[in-house]
């Protein structure tokens, strides 16, 4: 796996769309955090763009990537919102000058569709904070995502409220949004998940459709690949007026108790005001500890 060099003071970080469209006026925050921390933000073209729900077209939004990628001098790309978009423009990149010149390729959520296709490729990225609302993050995030880009990749410990084996294991990060992996699973050969630890989050979405997608991870063999799970925010959850009957860890757990590995729920990243750095595809030790969870790379 390829590591990206660190950042140092005034390097360039480009700031563009690959789904949802942003005003400038909304990365303020963002800049003045990027002021803070000695490096100087590009601004890419696709933002003020607009085509419809998208931040450009897909063409626009591909080639403002591309000319990230592309230019020497950048050396960090920090995806400006989710939202949905990313896995449209995908195909349309040459990723070949990124991984003769590695850089970070910075975001969540819908920027999973990215991570996936890099780790594929043999590259690591950050699972962080995007642009767009950092200033509602803690403080903490914000520290985490500058670690990780400027010394070392961010150790996490925390409080796991749901029951789980006391174990540990091994492996290289992967992952992120559960329904952004879901509908790009059928392009991810099933050797990609072997021996990794998966971190999963995700937001809004119906107790059954959980189930659907942990179903199809179990069937698909996916989770017998793993040797951990790691479970971040799984936030504003819905149900039908006939309730489905388990809760969103409950669901989880029937598809991954049987699995031997160490599974921990409550982690501090996703759609959450705790949203920590996660460097994917760097290795990790994951021990769960009763409730007692740390993942340290």
Not at 273 to 281: C, F, P, V, Y
């Amino acid at each position: 796996m390829k590591i990206p060099p660190y950042l140092e003071p005034k390097d360039k970080i480009a700031i563009l769309c690959t789904a949802r469209a942003v005003e400038k006026m909304e990365l303020e925050p963002a800049l003045n955090s990027l002021d803070q921390w000695d490096l100087v933000p590009v601004i890419g073209k696709t933002i003020g763009l607009k085509d419809h729900q998208f931040g450009g077209t897909d063409q626009e939004r591909a080639e403002d990537l591309q000319d990230a990628i592309n230019n020497p001098e950048i050396k960090a790309i920090w995806i400006a919102r989710g939202g949905y978009g990313t896995a449209r423009i995908i195909d349309s990149i040459n990723f070949e000058p990124l991984m003769e010149n590695p850089k970070w390729i910075i975001g969540y959520s819908d920027v999973t569709a990215l991570h996936l296709h890099l780790q594929q490729l043999g590259l690591s990225s950050l699972h962080a904070q995007m642009p767009l609302d950092i200033e509602n993050k803690s403080p903490e995030t914000r520290e985490s995502l500058k670690q990780s880009l400027f010394r070392k990749p961010y150790d996490l410990e925390f409080i796991s409220n749901f029951p789980s084996i006391s174990s540990e294991s091994q492996g290289e990060l992967i992952g992120g949004n559960l329904s952004v992996l879901f509908s790009v699973l059928q392009t991810i050969p099933l050797s990609v998940f072997k021996n990794k630890i998966l971190v999963l989050e995700d937001l809004d979405e119906y107790l059954y459709h959980i189930d659907r997608m942990m179903l199809n991870l179990y069937r698909s063999g996916v989770l017998r690949q793993l040797s951990g799970l790691v479970i971040g925010g799984m936030n504003d959850m819905n149900d039908n007026s006939t309730p489905f009957g388990l809760n969103v860890y409950e669901i989880i757990n029937q598809y991954t108790k049987s699995l031997n590995i160490p599974v921990a729920y409550d982690s501090p990243f996703g759609h959450t005001s705790n949203n920590l750095a996660l460097t994917l595809g760097r290795k990790v030790k994951l021990t769960v500890n009763h409730n007692s969870v740390s993942l340290k790379y």
